[in-house]
């Protein structure tokens, strides 16, 4: 199971995250900053410049990045990013896959990591196949989440990427997190995008 076709890379002279972050934040060590900040002030701060002109203009430009490199034409994405901490001793989120939540199943996402990823502090991806299998196994057997995270992470890989790459995956493949056991804590932001005409599921297109 390889997702190295999912994974490319970006232009950091062009669309250097970090160093806007640094400068609205106004400080010189961004893993310092996470490491001892608590997490709810950490996402205020960083969805406050998330909301500014330079950070939009960045983001932007990675859009025309990822239209070139998906070979897309006209398309949707979502209007601000949605960020995630994983830090030191924790995990991040449950598995699940966005079906659950009402997104259509070609709605795509893209996961940045604004910080390098190791096998302990990365997403895990299921692929196409396993991820038919667990969706099987949960709708015929009814299977709790508990009992689905545990057959995701069995199935599942990490994807790892370092800063100034990103990854690309099918709404509908189940992906989640461990716990992080490495020695460095990781920060990412993901969103999703659609081909225009394409279903957006039950979700409306402004979601």
Not at 32 to 40: A, E, R, Y
């Amino acid at each position: 199971m390889s997702f190295e076709k999912n994974i490319h890379n970006f232009d950091l002279r062009n669309i250097n995250f970090l160093n806007d972050l640094k400068k609205n934040l106004r400080i010189k060590d961004f893993h310092s900053f996470i490491q001892n900040t608590n997490n709810q002030d950490i996402y205020e701060q960083l969805y406050k410049v998330a909301n500014n002109k330079s950070f939009n203009k960045i983001y932007l430009n990675l859009l025309t990045e990822i239209k070139k490199k998906l070979k897309l034409k006209n398309f949707y994405f979502q209007k601000i990013p949605s960020f995630r901490i994983h830090k030191k001793g924790f995990k991040s989120v449950n598995f699940h896959n966005d079906i659950w939540y009402g997104h259509g199943e070609n709605v795509v996402n893209i996961w940045v990591p604004l910080t390098n990823t190791n096998k302990f502090n990365s997403l895990l991806l299921v692929d196409d196949d396993k991820t038919n299998l667990i969706d099987k196994k949960f709708k015929k057997n009814k299977l709790s989440l508990f009992e689905v995270n545990k057959l995701a992470l069995k199935y599942s890989k990490p994807v790892i990427i370092k800063y100034g790459q990103f990854l690309h995956f099918n709404t509908r493949q189940f992906h989640g997190t461990s716990s992080n056991k490495s020695n460095e804590n990781r920060v990412s932001f993901d969103f999703r995008i659609l081909k225009k005409n394409d279903d957006p599921g039950t979700k409306s297109y402004d979601d």
